[in-house]
Nanobody
Framework: VQLQASGGGLVQAGGSLRLSCAAS????????MGWLRQAPGKEREFVAR????????YYADSVKGRFTISRDNAKNTVYLQMNSLKPEDTAVYYC??????????????WGQGTQVTVSS
């Protein structure tokens, strides 16, 4: 599966952005999908993931209550709605896909990353 992330940008603290990740192929619903991020000078970290059907979601504690992951299997797209953004959310955001029920740095399929910058 090939992934194309979009939707990043510059936003003030407290603002919102919605990231999208479009997948190629006809087997999108076979993959768990997730978002990870990498801030300058830091390791890439897990943000959120969603199950194949969209029925289960999981979040890092740092974004819980502010970010929402969703997917539209008819459109082969996964989304990350980010609200109440903080400067510490500044990072390159990557979408990833995995055939297992987990999405990590070791997942095999990645989008190219989209920059999110939150100004204070």
């Amino acid at each position: 599966v090939q992934l194309q992330a979009s939707g990043g940008g510059l936003v003030q603290a407290g603002g919102s952005l919605r990231l999208s990740c479009a997948a190629s192929g006809r087997t999108f619903s076979s993959y768990s999908m997730g978002w990870l991020r990498q801030a300058p000078g830091k390791e890439r970290e897990f943000v959120a993931r969603i199950s194949r059907s969209g029925g289960s979601t999981y979040y890092a504690d740092s974004v819980k209550g502010r970010f929402t992951i969703s997917r539209d299997n008819a459109k082969n797209t996964v989304y990350l709605q980010m609200n109440s953004l903080k400067p510490e959310d500044t990072a390159v955001y990557y979408c990833a896909a995995d055939r297992f029920d987990i999405v990590t740095n070791h997942s095999p399929y990645w989008g190219q990353g989209t920059q999110v910058t939150v100004s204070s």
